[in-house]
Structure formats: structure tokens, C-alpha cells
């Protein structure tokens, strides 16, 4: 596609319930991060991918939050009984590869999805 | 690891005057350095980057500055108009093999007509 797409859009759980939120980077990036921004707050580093493998898990809050990416591409991002203070807009970003030169360390995001725990 | 911080956190100018955002970083061995733009609704966009060997860039109405020695680096933006009101990150990162980035906490820039 002609960009990063993040579906749903928005995501409305009940505490306790289990969510998977998905992101399609651009085509031929290999790199893939997920960030979150809670109101008020920047945007908070969860973990990012190259390729397949995530070197860097570092920012995920807890272990009710796991992410997989498949074949280089898709990735989803899975909260386990979710929590109130899990409600944020969880972006997803892509790039097309580490590091050599600013052109391939510019970040593309998608627009989010917002996410509600009632 | 690297601790970004951006001030101030929201920033009102009348059209036409100039805005300037500025942040500090942690990490000596930060050497790349976006900014990034985000609209209501939306993700936020790579408006300009600079790198630790360069000390200014321009763009048309947008300039960022570093200084390497002090850990600090700035946005200016001049001749605001409406459209710009929107929230601004910096961000740094070590670049090359190791590209985890780091997020300033945002400012809201409001651009009065």
C-alpha cells in the first residue's frame, strides 16, 4: 500500500478481554516499531523489529503485552487482559532498514489505532 | 538509555511571529536527530532531521539547530501560519546498526490568526 496501515482504527474492550491490534508496513521495510501515546504523554517506545526477529522488547510494559511479526511484514501487537490503563493510541511505524543514511532512518507511521478500556 | 526532553509543553503565537521549540538529550553517542509533525487524527510525519556533523539545516520556513557539546537541539519555525498549529517531537537516536528512537514528550504549537 502507499502507506502504513493500522487496523482497527479505534477498539472499544471491556477490562480483562484480550486485543490484537495489526499493523501493515510499507512494502519492502524491513524495520517495524510500535509506540504508544497516552494523552498528554509523547510517544512511548515498545519494541521494534528487523525482519522478523525484535532486538529491542525493552519498552513493553508488561508481560500481558507480546508482538509477532510474519514474514517480514505484518506484525500484531496482543494485550492480554487488558487494563484501564492500557487506553492509548498505539502507532505503528516502518522504515526501510537500520541505520547508513537519514533517508533510511525516517520513520513512516500510521495513523493508530485508539484504544479504550472500559 | 537516552533520555529525551522537550520544552515547552504547548507554545501560542500570532500568525506571522516565529515559534522555537527546543530539547536535550542524554546519550553522547545520539547522533541523528528528527523532528516530527502530528495533526489531529493522524500519525506523526518527518518534517525535518539533522546529523551530529552538521550544526544547522533549513527548509523553506523551518530550521533546526544542534549543539553536540551542550546536548541541544532546537526548531524554529518562522513566518507561522495557521496550518502549523499542530504537536511537535524531537526525537534522537544512535543511528547506524542500533536505531531504537527516542521521543521528546511533544509540544503543542497554536498558531493564533
Known amino acids: ?10 477498539k472499544v474492550t471491556e477490562k480483562g478481554k484480550d486485543v490484537e491490534l495489526r499493523c501493515d508496513p510499507i512494502s519492502g521495510h524491513t524495520a517495524l516499531y510500535w509506540y504508544r501515546q497516552s494523552l498528554g504523554q509523547g ?3 515498545l519494541i521494534y523489529f528487523q525482519g522478523n526477529s525484535a532486538p529491542d522488547k525493552s519498552g513493553l510494559p508488561s ?12 506484525s500484531t501487537l496482543t494485550i492480554q487482559r487488558t487494563q484501564q490503563e492500557d487506553s492509548a493510541v ?9 541505520g547508513g543514511s537519514a533517508t533510511n532512518e525516517k520513520l513512516f507511521f500510521g495513523s493508530g489505532t485508539q484504544l479504550s478500556v472500559l | 538509555g537516552e533520555n529525551v526532553e522537550q520544552h515547552p509543553s504547548t507554545l501560542s503565537v ?3 511571529d516565529s515559534a522555537v521549540i527546543k530539547c536535550t538529550y542524554s546519550d553522547s553517542a545520539s547522533n541523528y536527530f ?3 509533525k502530528q495533526e489531529l487524527g493522524k500519525g ?5 532531521d539533522i546529523r551530529s556533523n552538521v550544526g544547522e539545516k533549513k527548509d523553506q ?6 549543539n553536540k557539546t551542550a546536548k541541544h537541539f532546537s526548531l524554529h519555525i518562522t513566518e507561522t501560519q495557521p496550518e502549523d498549529s499542530a504537536v511537535y517531537f524531537c526525537a534522537a537516536s544512535r543511528g547506524g546498526g542500533y536505531q531504537k528512537v527516542t521521543f521528546g514528550i511533544g509540544t503543542k504549537l497554536q498558531v493564533i490568526p
Not at chain 1, 90 to 98: K, V
Open chain 2, 34 to 36: 528528527p523532528w516530527y
Open chain 1, 43 to 45: 510517544l512511548e517506545f
Open chain 2, 14 to 16: 500570532q500568525e506571522g
Open chain 1, 63 to 74: 508481560d500481558r503485552f507480546s508482538a509477532e511479526r510474519t514474514g517480514g511484514s505484518v
Open chain 1, 90 to 98: 498505539y502507532l505503528c511505524a516502518s522504515s526501510l532498514s537500520f
Open chain 1, 1 to 10: 500500500g502507499a502507506g502504513v496501515s493500522q487496523s482497527p482504527s479505534n
Open chain 2, 61 to 66: 520556513r523551518i530550521a533546526v539547530t544542534l
Open chain 2, 44 to 48: 506523526p510525519q518527518l518534517i525535518i
